[in-house]
Protein backbone atom coordinates (compact mmCIF):
# COMPACT_ATOMS: atom_id res chain seq x y z
CA UNK A 1 0.00 0.00 0.00
CA UNK A 2 1.25 3.17 -1.04
CA UNK A 3 1.48 6.92 0.86
CA UNK A 4 -1.10 7.94 -1.07
CA UNK A 5 -3.16 5.46 -1.08
CA UNK A 6 -3.32 5.59 3.09
CA UNK A 7 -3.62 9.02 2.70
CA UNK A 8 -6.85 8.67 0.82
CA UNK A 9 -7.65 6.15 3.88
CA UNK A 10 -7.19 8.26 6.67
CA UNK A 11 -8.68 11.15 5.35
CA UNK A 12 -11.87 8.73 4.73
CA UNK A 13 -11.61 7.72 8.27
CA UNK A 14 -11.83 11.11 9.81
CA UNK A 15 -14.72 11.81 7.46
CA UNK A 16 -16.41 8.84 8.53
CA UNK A 17 -15.46 9.47 12.56
CA UNK A 18 -17.12 13.37 12.20
CA UNK A 19 -20.13 11.89 10.43
CA UNK A 20 -20.83 9.38 13.10
CA UNK A 21 -20.83 12.30 15.49
CA UNK A 22 -23.19 13.99 14.03
CA UNK A 23 -25.39 11.53 13.11
CA UNK A 24 -25.25 10.46 16.79
CA UNK A 25 -26.53 13.63 18.00
CA UNK A 26 -29.23 14.00 15.48
CA UNK A 27 -30.74 10.38 16.50
CA UNK A 28 -30.31 11.99 19.89
CA UNK A 29 -31.87 14.88 19.37
CA UNK A 30 -35.03 13.08 16.93
CA UNK A 31 -35.68 10.90 19.24
CA UNK A 32 -35.91 12.93 22.67
CA UNK A 33 -37.31 15.94 20.76
CA UNK A 34 -39.61 14.21 18.56
CA UNK A 35 -41.18 12.10 21.50
CA UNK A 36 -41.36 15.02 23.91
CA UNK A 37 -42.65 17.97 21.94
CA UNK A 38 -45.92 16.84 21.24
CA UNK A 39 -46.15 16.62 25.17
CA UNK A 40 -44.97 20.48 25.64
CA UNK A 41 -47.77 22.49 26.72
CA UNK A 42 -48.50 26.22 28.68
CA UNK A 43 -50.13 23.62 31.03
CA UNK A 44 -47.05 21.10 30.81
CA UNK A 45 -44.51 23.91 31.50
CA UNK A 46 -45.96 26.00 34.44
CA UNK A 47 -48.82 23.04 35.64
CA UNK A 48 -48.46 21.77 38.96
CA UNK A 49 -47.31 17.99 38.86
CA UNK A 50 -49.93 15.18 40.05
CA UNK A 51 -49.12 12.30 42.58
CA UNK A 52 -52.12 9.83 41.23
CA UNK A 53 -53.44 11.05 38.22
CA UNK A 54 -52.98 12.15 34.30
CA UNK A 55 -52.48 15.42 33.16
CA UNK A 56 -49.52 16.74 35.42
CA UNK A 57 -47.07 19.40 34.70
CA UNK A 58 -43.45 20.15 35.54
CA UNK A 59 -43.54 24.33 36.51
CA UNK A 60 -41.98 23.71 40.22
CA UNK A 61 -39.59 21.43 38.68
CA UNK A 62 -38.75 23.74 36.14
CA UNK A 63 -38.34 26.91 38.50
CA UNK A 64 -36.63 24.88 41.49
CA UNK A 65 -33.86 23.69 38.60
CA UNK A 66 -33.20 27.27 38.34
CA UNK A 67 -33.42 28.36 41.39
CA UNK A 68 -31.10 25.90 42.93
CA UNK A 69 -28.55 26.42 40.11
CA UNK A 70 -28.67 30.34 40.91
CA UNK A 71 -27.91 29.54 44.30
CA UNK A 72 -25.50 26.96 43.80
CA UNK A 73 -23.94 29.42 41.55
CA UNK A 74 -23.85 31.89 44.28
CA UNK A 75 -22.04 29.37 46.57
CA UNK A 76 -19.46 28.38 44.21
CA UNK A 77 -18.82 31.27 41.87
CA UNK A 78 -16.94 33.44 44.24
CA UNK A 79 -15.58 30.70 45.99
CA UNK A 80 -14.00 29.29 42.68
CA UNK A 81 -12.51 32.09 40.76
CA UNK A 82 -10.96 33.39 43.69
CA UNK A 83 -9.34 30.04 44.45
CA UNK A 84 -8.41 29.94 41.02
CA UNK A 85 -7.27 33.51 41.25
CA UNK A 86 -5.31 32.52 43.66
CA UNK A 87 -3.98 29.62 42.32
CA UNK A 88 -2.95 31.13 39.02
CA UNK A 89 -1.61 34.57 40.39
CA UNK A 90 -0.66 34.49 43.83
CA UNK A 91 0.39 30.85 44.44
CA UNK A 92 3.85 30.47 44.26
CA UNK A 93 5.47 27.04 43.10
CA UNK A 94 5.63 24.90 46.07
CA UNK A 95 4.39 21.30 47.74
CA UNK A 96 1.51 22.71 49.31
CA UNK A 97 0.09 24.53 45.69
CA UNK A 98 0.92 20.97 43.90
CA UNK A 99 -1.27 19.59 46.70
CA UNK A 100 -3.94 21.99 46.02
CA UNK A 101 -3.74 21.32 42.53
CA UNK A 102 -3.89 17.20 42.84
CA UNK A 103 -7.17 17.64 45.45
CA UNK A 104 -9.33 19.41 42.91
CA UNK A 105 -7.89 17.07 40.00
CA UNK A 106 -9.26 14.50 42.50
CA UNK A 107 -12.25 16.48 43.95
CA UNK A 108 -13.34 16.92 40.14
CA UNK A 109 -13.15 13.17 39.50
CA UNK A 110 -15.26 12.40 42.64
CA UNK A 111 -18.65 10.34 41.36
CA UNK A 112 -21.60 12.98 41.68
CA UNK A 113 -23.63 10.37 43.25
CA UNK A 114 -20.21 10.07 46.32
CA UNK A 115 -20.98 14.18 46.66
CA UNK A 116 -24.84 13.49 47.29
CA UNK A 117 -24.41 10.88 49.80
CA UNK A 118 -21.61 13.51 51.45
CA UNK A 119 -24.01 16.29 51.07
CA UNK A 120 -26.84 14.12 52.77
CA UNK A 121 -25.26 13.66 55.72
CA UNK A 122 -23.55 17.20 56.23
CA UNK A 123 -26.23 19.24 55.19
CA UNK A 124 -29.53 17.67 55.59
CA UNK A 125 -28.36 15.58 58.91
CA UNK A 126 -25.28 17.43 60.55
CA UNK A 127 -26.81 20.71 59.93
CA UNK A 128 -30.12 20.27 60.03
CA UNK A 129 -31.09 21.29 56.64
CA UNK A 130 -33.34 18.23 55.52
CA UNK A 131 -34.24 17.75 52.28
CA UNK A 132 -34.31 21.23 50.81
CA UNK A 133 -33.27 24.05 47.90
CA UNK A 134 -30.46 25.37 49.64
CA UNK A 135 -28.79 21.77 50.81
CA UNK A 136 -28.91 20.43 47.45
CA UNK A 137 -27.83 23.98 46.13
CA UNK A 138 -24.99 23.91 48.77
CA UNK A 139 -23.77 20.33 47.60
CA UNK A 140 -23.97 21.25 43.95
CA UNK A 141 -21.53 23.59 44.27
CA UNK A 142 -19.29 21.57 46.03
CA UNK A 143 -19.61 19.18 42.95
CA UNK A 144 -19.01 22.59 40.45
CA UNK A 145 -16.30 24.17 42.95
CA UNK A 146 -13.40 21.98 42.15
CA UNK A 147 -13.93 22.20 38.16
CA UNK A 148 -14.73 26.21 38.61
CA UNK A 149 -11.23 26.47 40.06
CA UNK A 150 -9.78 24.91 37.63
CA UNK A 151 -11.51 26.52 34.82
CA UNK A 152 -10.63 29.94 36.43
CA UNK A 153 -6.87 29.12 36.65
CA UNK A 154 -6.55 27.97 33.12
CA UNK A 155 -8.58 30.93 32.05
CA UNK A 156 -6.46 33.54 33.63
CA UNK A 157 -3.46 31.84 32.50
CA UNK A 158 -3.59 32.49 28.98
CA UNK A 159 -3.84 35.88 29.65
CA UNK A 160 -0.88 37.27 28.45
CA UNK A 161 1.84 37.22 31.12
CA UNK A 162 2.89 40.80 29.72
CA UNK A 163 -0.52 42.52 30.60
CA UNK A 164 -0.29 41.51 33.91
CA UNK A 165 3.54 43.43 33.89
CA UNK A 166 1.97 46.43 32.16
CA UNK A 167 -0.07 46.96 34.44
CA UNK A 168 1.92 46.53 37.50
CA UNK A 169 4.62 48.93 35.94
CA UNK A 170 2.30 51.44 35.79
CA UNK A 171 1.84 51.31 39.64
CA UNK A 172 -1.16 49.14 39.97
CA UNK A 173 -1.73 47.05 43.12
CA UNK A 174 -1.87 43.21 42.14
CA UNK A 175 -5.74 43.84 42.98
CA UNK A 176 -6.19 46.60 40.22
CA UNK A 177 -4.38 44.34 37.83
CA UNK A 178 -6.62 41.21 38.25
CA UNK A 179 -9.79 42.96 38.50
CA UNK A 180 -8.90 45.72 35.77
CA UNK A 181 -7.30 43.45 33.03
CA UNK A 182 -7.14 39.81 34.07
CA UNK A 183 -10.53 38.81 34.46
CA UNK A 184 -11.58 40.93 31.54
CA UNK A 185 -9.19 39.08 29.89
CA UNK A 186 -10.02 36.34 31.12
CA UNK A 187 -13.47 36.75 30.75
CA UNK A 188 -14.73 35.27 27.72
CA UNK A 189 -13.05 31.53 28.52
CA UNK A 190 -14.30 31.99 32.51
CA UNK A 191 -17.76 32.50 30.79
CA UNK A 192 -17.54 29.48 29.11
CA UNK A 193 -16.53 27.89 31.74
CA UNK A 194 -19.37 28.80 34.21
CA UNK A 195 -21.85 27.98 31.43
CA UNK A 196 -20.56 24.17 31.31
CA UNK A 197 -20.53 24.13 35.27
CA UNK A 198 -24.23 25.61 34.68
CA UNK A 199 -24.98 23.06 32.07
CA UNK A 200 -23.60 19.88 34.16
CA UNK A 201 -25.61 21.69 37.18
CA UNK A 202 -28.85 21.52 35.29
CA UNK A 203 -28.46 18.27 34.37
CA UNK A 204 -27.45 16.61 37.56
CA UNK A 205 -29.88 14.45 39.50
CA UNK A 206 -27.78 11.52 41.58
CA UNK A 207 -26.77 14.58 44.32
CA UNK A 208 -29.80 16.55 44.14
CA UNK A 209 -31.83 13.21 45.08
CA UNK A 210 -30.13 13.03 47.77
CA UNK A 211 -30.17 16.09 49.17
CA UNK A 212 -32.79 18.51 47.71
CA UNK A 213 -35.78 15.67 47.57
CA UNK A 214 -38.50 14.18 45.53
CA UNK A 215 -40.91 16.74 46.39
CA UNK A 216 -42.32 20.14 45.53
CA UNK A 217 -43.56 22.41 47.59
CA UNK A 218 -47.43 23.47 47.94
CA UNK A 219 -46.81 26.99 46.71
CA UNK A 220 -45.69 28.18 43.13
CA UNK A 221 -43.29 29.61 43.22
CA UNK A 222 -41.93 29.08 46.41
CA UNK A 223 -38.88 30.93 46.73
CA UNK A 224 -38.12 29.75 50.49
CA UNK A 225 -35.12 27.55 50.50
CA UNK A 226 -35.62 25.32 52.84
CA UNK A 227 -38.88 23.91 51.05
CA UNK A 228 -38.02 20.62 49.70
CA UNK A 229 -36.83 21.47 45.98
CA UNK A 230 -37.09 18.64 43.35
CA UNK A 231 -35.60 19.36 39.97
CA UNK A 232 -36.55 18.91 36.73
CA UNK A 233 -33.93 16.11 36.00
CA UNK A 234 -34.53 14.39 39.57
CA UNK A 235 -38.54 14.27 38.12
CA UNK A 236 -37.44 12.61 34.84
CA UNK A 237 -36.22 9.80 37.75
CA UNK A 238 -39.00 9.92 39.75
CA UNK A 239 -41.75 10.07 37.49
CA UNK A 240 -39.69 6.81 35.82
CA UNK A 241 -38.58 4.88 38.78
CA UNK A 242 -41.38 5.59 41.34
CA UNK A 243 -44.74 7.52 40.50
CA UNK A 244 -47.74 6.39 40.21
CA UNK A 245 -49.32 8.58 37.53
CA UNK A 246 -50.65 6.29 34.36
CA UNK A 247 -49.32 9.39 31.88
CA UNK A 248 -45.57 8.52 33.84
CA UNK A 249 -44.00 7.70 30.07
CA UNK A 250 -45.43 10.78 28.58
CA UNK A 251 -43.98 13.18 31.51
CA UNK A 252 -40.73 11.52 31.34
CA UNK A 253 -40.85 12.08 27.61
CA UNK A 254 -41.71 15.79 27.74
CA UNK A 255 -39.51 16.57 30.43
CA UNK A 256 -36.73 15.09 28.70
CA UNK A 257 -36.98 17.12 25.58
CA UNK A 258 -37.63 20.23 27.87
CA UNK A 259 -34.45 19.69 29.99
CA UNK A 260 -32.59 19.39 26.15
CA UNK A 261 -34.26 22.94 25.29
CA UNK A 262 -33.92 24.68 28.54
CA UNK A 263 -29.93 23.35 28.73
CA UNK A 264 -29.65 24.74 25.28
CA UNK A 265 -31.32 28.15 25.59
CA UNK A 266 -29.58 28.68 28.54
CA UNK A 267 -25.96 28.53 26.68
CA UNK A 268 -27.88 31.05 24.16
CA UNK A 269 -28.89 33.33 26.78
CA UNK A 270 -25.33 33.59 28.99
CA UNK A 271 -23.25 33.05 25.45
CA UNK A 272 -24.61 36.29 23.45
CA UNK A 273 -24.85 38.67 26.48
CA UNK A 274 -20.92 37.94 27.30
CA UNK A 275 -19.77 38.42 24.13
CA UNK A 276 -21.53 41.46 24.09
CA UNK A 277 -19.72 42.86 26.84
CA UNK A 278 -16.28 41.27 25.65
CA UNK A 279 -16.68 43.78 23.17
CA UNK A 280 -17.42 46.80 25.27
CA UNK A 281 -14.69 45.57 27.95
CA UNK A 282 -12.22 45.32 25.23
CA UNK A 283 -13.32 48.01 22.98
CA UNK A 284 -13.95 45.43 20.06
CA UNK A 285 -11.38 44.33 17.71
CA UNK B 1 29.50 67.65 41.55
CA UNK B 2 26.91 69.20 43.52
CA UNK B 3 23.79 67.96 41.28
CA UNK B 4 21.82 65.10 43.48
CA UNK B 5 22.28 62.08 40.91
CA UNK B 6 18.29 60.63 39.90
CA UNK B 7 19.09 57.99 40.25
CA UNK B 8 22.25 55.90 42.13
CA UNK B 9 22.85 52.30 42.33
CA UNK B 10 25.17 51.35 44.93
CA UNK B 11 27.32 48.19 45.22
CA UNK B 12 23.93 46.40 43.70
CA UNK B 13 24.23 42.77 43.53
CA UNK B 14 21.52 40.32 42.10
CA UNK B 15 21.18 36.83 42.74
CA UNK B 16 18.69 33.97 40.33
CA UNK B 17 18.90 31.32 43.34
CA UNK B 18 22.86 30.77 43.62
CA UNK B 19 23.34 32.53 40.26
CA UNK B 20 25.06 35.53 40.45
CA UNK B 21 23.31 37.82 38.01
CA UNK B 22 24.94 40.96 38.91
CA UNK B 23 28.42 42.33 40.76
CA UNK B 24 28.33 45.07 42.93
CA UNK B 25 27.15 47.86 40.03
CA UNK B 26 27.68 51.72 40.99
CA UNK B 27 26.21 53.91 38.63
CA UNK B 28 25.05 57.41 38.76
CA UNK B 29 22.15 58.50 36.38
CA UNK B 30 21.91 62.85 36.37
CA UNK B 31 18.18 64.24 35.83
CA UNK B 32 16.96 64.91 32.40
CA UNK B 33 19.85 62.82 30.68
CA UNK B 34 19.43 59.78 28.76
CA UNK B 35 21.61 56.27 29.69
CA UNK B 36 22.18 53.88 27.17
CA UNK B 37 22.85 50.49 28.84
CA UNK B 38 24.53 48.21 26.32
CA UNK B 39 26.44 44.79 26.26
CA UNK B 40 25.89 41.60 24.69
CA UNK B 41 22.77 39.47 25.65
CA UNK B 42 22.67 37.57 29.36
CA UNK B 43 24.96 40.44 30.54
CA UNK B 44 22.91 41.49 32.63
CA UNK B 45 21.99 44.86 31.40
CA UNK B 46 17.97 43.85 31.50
CA UNK B 47 18.19 42.49 34.67
CA UNK B 48 19.71 46.17 35.89
CA UNK B 49 16.92 47.73 34.90
CA UNK B 50 14.21 46.26 36.44
CA UNK B 51 15.87 46.60 39.81
CA UNK B 52 15.25 50.53 38.92
CA UNK B 53 11.35 49.64 39.28
CA UNK B 54 11.70 46.43 40.86
CA UNK B 55 10.11 44.32 38.46
CA UNK B 56 12.48 41.83 39.36
CA UNK B 57 10.37 41.18 42.78
CA UNK B 58 7.58 39.49 40.56
CA UNK B 59 10.71 36.78 39.77
CA UNK B 60 11.49 33.98 42.46
CA UNK B 61 14.15 33.10 44.10
CA UNK B 62 15.73 36.27 43.34
CA UNK B 63 17.70 38.09 45.95
CA UNK B 64 18.98 41.49 45.79
CA UNK B 65 21.45 43.00 48.39
CA UNK B 66 22.95 46.76 48.42
CA UNK B 67 21.08 50.08 47.46
CA UNK B 68 18.77 51.76 44.29
CA UNK B 69 18.36 55.30 45.57
CA UNK B 70 15.80 57.09 43.22
CA UNK B 71 15.75 60.74 44.81
CA UNK B 72 17.81 60.00 47.16
CA UNK B 73 15.49 57.65 48.58
CA UNK B 74 16.33 53.73 49.04
CA UNK B 75 13.66 51.73 47.26
CA UNK B 76 15.23 48.53 48.66
CA UNK B 77 14.31 49.87 51.97
CA UNK B 78 12.01 48.73 54.57
CA UNK B 79 9.85 52.04 54.38
CA UNK B 80 9.58 51.99 50.68
CA UNK B 81 5.96 51.37 48.61
CA UNK B 82 6.80 49.27 45.40
CA UNK B 83 3.03 50.67 44.13
CA UNK B 84 4.17 54.66 44.30
CA UNK B 85 8.03 53.59 42.93
CA UNK B 86 6.33 52.31 39.71
CA UNK B 87 3.97 55.07 39.49
CA UNK B 88 7.34 57.13 39.41
CA UNK B 89 9.93 55.10 37.58
CA UNK B 90 7.39 54.26 34.51
CA UNK B 91 8.60 50.72 32.30
CA UNK B 92 8.38 50.77 28.45
CA UNK B 93 8.96 47.15 27.40
CA UNK B 94 10.50 44.65 24.68
CA UNK B 95 7.34 43.99 23.00
CA UNK B 96 4.38 46.37 22.79
CA UNK B 97 1.86 45.34 25.23
CA UNK B 98 -1.82 47.62 25.01
CA UNK B 99 -4.22 46.41 27.35
CA UNK B 100 -6.81 44.44 25.19
CA UNK B 101 -9.15 47.72 25.57
CA UNK B 102 -9.76 50.68 23.48
CA UNK B 103 -7.11 53.11 22.90
CA UNK B 104 -8.66 55.67 25.37
CA UNK B 105 -8.75 53.06 28.02
CA UNK B 106 -5.33 51.98 27.21
CA UNK B 107 -4.33 55.54 27.98
CA UNK B 108 -6.72 55.81 30.94
CA UNK B 109 -6.05 53.29 33.17
CA UNK B 110 -2.92 54.77 35.03
CA UNK B 111 -4.72 57.73 36.08
CA UNK B 112 -8.14 55.56 36.68
CA UNK B 113 -6.01 53.31 38.86
CA UNK B 114 -4.54 55.92 41.16
CA UNK B 115 -7.53 58.01 41.29
CA UNK B 116 -8.51 60.35 38.64
CA UNK B 117 -12.19 59.99 38.01
CA UNK B 118 -13.65 63.11 36.23
CA UNK B 119 -14.38 62.30 32.28
CA UNK B 120 -12.87 65.78 31.42
CA UNK B 121 -9.80 65.74 33.21
CA UNK B 122 -9.47 62.01 31.59
CA UNK B 123 -10.29 63.42 27.79
CA UNK B 124 -7.42 66.07 28.79
CA UNK B 125 -4.89 63.55 30.12
CA UNK B 126 -5.45 60.98 26.96
CA UNK B 127 -4.71 63.95 24.40
CA UNK B 128 -1.90 65.58 26.29
CA UNK B 129 -0.29 61.61 26.32
CA UNK B 130 -0.95 60.58 23.05
CA UNK B 131 0.47 63.98 21.61
CA UNK B 132 3.54 63.94 23.85
CA UNK B 133 4.12 60.39 22.00
CA UNK B 134 3.63 61.61 18.74
CA UNK B 135 0.58 59.69 18.65
CA UNK B 136 -2.44 61.76 18.72
CA UNK B 137 -2.63 62.68 14.63
CA UNK B 138 -2.65 58.87 13.65
CA UNK B 139 -5.45 57.46 16.61
CA UNK B 140 -7.65 60.49 16.90
CA UNK B 141 -10.19 59.55 14.73
CA UNK B 142 -10.20 56.16 16.76
CA UNK B 143 -9.62 56.46 20.39
CA UNK B 144 -12.54 54.06 21.12
CA UNK B 145 -11.62 51.31 19.12
CA UNK B 146 -9.29 48.33 20.27
CA UNK B 147 -5.80 49.36 20.99
CA UNK B 148 -5.14 45.92 19.53
CA UNK B 149 -5.64 46.87 16.04
CA UNK B 150 -3.01 49.18 15.71
CA UNK B 151 0.74 48.62 14.25
CA UNK B 152 3.53 47.03 16.24
CA UNK B 153 4.89 50.91 15.91
CA UNK B 154 1.90 52.76 17.39
CA UNK B 155 1.21 49.83 19.76
CA UNK B 156 4.87 50.81 21.14
CA UNK B 157 3.88 54.85 20.90
CA UNK B 158 0.62 54.04 22.39
CA UNK B 159 2.74 52.25 25.57
CA UNK B 160 4.76 55.08 26.08
CA UNK B 161 1.66 57.34 26.05
CA UNK B 162 -0.30 55.07 28.70
CA UNK B 163 3.36 55.22 30.71
CA UNK B 164 3.40 59.35 30.27
CA UNK B 165 -0.22 60.12 31.44
CA UNK B 166 0.60 58.64 35.06
CA UNK B 167 3.60 61.53 35.25
CA UNK B 168 6.57 59.51 36.33
CA UNK B 169 9.78 61.11 36.53
CA UNK B 170 12.45 58.64 34.79
CA UNK B 171 11.40 56.50 31.72
CA UNK B 172 12.72 52.71 31.81
CA UNK B 173 12.75 51.46 28.09
CA UNK B 174 13.73 48.04 27.67
CA UNK B 175 14.40 47.25 24.10
CA UNK B 176 11.79 49.06 22.81
CA UNK B 177 12.39 49.26 19.07
CA UNK B 178 13.48 45.61 18.94
CA UNK B 179 10.21 44.35 17.75
CA UNK B 180 9.62 47.84 15.25
CA UNK B 181 10.40 48.50 12.01
CA UNK B 182 12.54 51.17 11.12
CA UNK B 183 10.42 54.08 10.76
CA UNK B 184 8.69 53.42 13.84
CA UNK B 185 12.52 53.04 15.55
CA UNK B 186 12.84 56.40 14.04
CA UNK B 187 9.80 57.85 15.61
CA UNK B 188 10.17 56.17 18.81
CA UNK B 189 13.81 57.58 19.00
CA UNK B 190 12.91 61.13 17.76
CA UNK B 191 10.11 60.68 20.65
CA UNK B 192 12.75 59.87 23.19
CA UNK B 193 15.04 63.59 22.36
CA UNK B 194 11.65 65.42 23.10
CA UNK B 195 10.64 63.53 26.50
CA UNK B 196 14.49 63.83 27.81
CA UNK B 197 13.19 67.59 28.53
CA UNK B 198 11.44 66.46 31.35
CA UNK B 199 12.30 63.05 31.97
CA UNK B 200 15.03 60.74 32.88
CA UNK B 201 15.61 58.29 30.34
CA UNK B 202 17.03 54.73 30.99
CA UNK B 203 17.31 52.81 28.00
CA UNK B 204 18.50 48.97 27.06
CA UNK B 205 19.42 48.29 23.71
CA UNK B 206 21.09 46.01 21.29
CA UNK B 207 21.39 48.34 18.72
CA UNK B 208 24.89 50.17 19.29
CA UNK B 209 24.17 52.67 16.80
CA UNK B 210 21.04 53.77 18.65
CA UNK B 211 22.69 54.24 21.74
CA UNK B 212 25.18 56.79 20.15
CA UNK B 213 22.80 58.44 17.75
CA UNK B 214 20.24 58.76 21.35
CA UNK B 215 21.98 58.45 24.63
CA UNK B 216 24.07 61.22 26.46
CA UNK B 217 25.88 58.78 28.73
CA UNK B 218 26.38 55.11 27.71
CA UNK B 219 26.90 51.72 30.26
CA UNK B 220 28.87 49.13 28.96
CA UNK B 221 28.07 45.66 30.52
CA UNK B 222 29.41 42.65 30.34
CA UNK B 223 28.69 39.18 32.30
CA UNK B 224 27.06 41.10 34.96
CA UNK B 225 29.99 43.42 35.92
CA UNK B 226 29.52 47.07 35.02
CA UNK B 227 32.42 47.31 32.78
CA UNK B 228 32.36 51.23 32.48
CA UNK B 229 30.34 54.51 31.84
CA UNK B 230 31.12 57.79 30.07
CA UNK B 231 29.88 60.22 27.91
CA UNK B 232 28.61 58.67 24.90
CA UNK B 233 30.91 59.86 22.67
CA UNK B 234 33.51 58.81 24.60
CA UNK B 235 32.42 55.17 25.06
CA UNK B 236 32.05 54.99 21.39
CA UNK B 237 35.53 57.18 19.86
CA UNK B 238 37.72 56.08 22.75
CA UNK B 239 36.81 53.96 25.90
CA UNK B 240 39.01 53.84 28.71
CA UNK B 241 38.22 49.55 28.97
CA UNK B 242 39.37 47.33 26.23
CA UNK B 243 36.60 45.13 26.43
CA UNK B 244 34.54 47.88 25.67
CA UNK B 245 36.44 48.76 22.86
CA UNK B 246 36.06 45.29 21.72
CA UNK B 247 32.35 45.04 21.80
CA UNK B 248 31.57 48.45 20.47
CA UNK B 249 34.24 48.13 17.25
CA UNK B 250 32.33 44.01 16.99
CA UNK B 251 34.89 41.75 17.85
CA UNK B 252 32.40 39.87 20.32
CA UNK B 253 29.14 40.13 20.95
Redesign the interface.
Known amino acids: MNSRVTDKLATVYFWVSGIAIIALLAAFLIRILGDGIPHLSWHFLFGRPEEIVAGGGVGPQLFNSFYILFLSLLISVPIGVGAGVYLAVYA ?2 SKFTDLVRISVEVLSSVPSIVFGLFGFLLFANLLGLKFSILGGAATLSLLNLPVLVRVTEEAIRTV ?1 E ?2 W ?9 KW ?1 AIR ?2 LI ?2 ALPTLITGITLVAGRALGESAILIYTAGLSVSRFFPDFNPLKMGETLSVHLWYIQAESLVPDAKNIAQGSAALLLIVVLVFNLLVGIPSRILQKR ?5 | MAIKPKIKAEKLNLFYGDHHALHDIQLNIETNTIAALIGPSGCGKSTFLRTL ?1 R ?1 ND ?1 I ?1 NVRITGDVLVDGHNIYGGDSDV ?5 RV ?2 V ?1 Q ?1 P ?9 NIA ?2 P ?3 GTKKKAKLDEIVEHSLTQAALWDEVKDRL ?6 LSGGQQQRL ?1 IA ?2 LA ?1 EPDVLLMDEPTSALDPISTLKVEELTQTLKQQYTIIIVTHNMQQAARISDITSFFLNGYLVETDKTDKIFTNPNDQRTEDYITGRFG
Open positions: QKPSYEASLALGSTQKVPALTGGK | NMLDVSLRKGMFRNPFPMSVYDYGRIHHKSALGCRLV
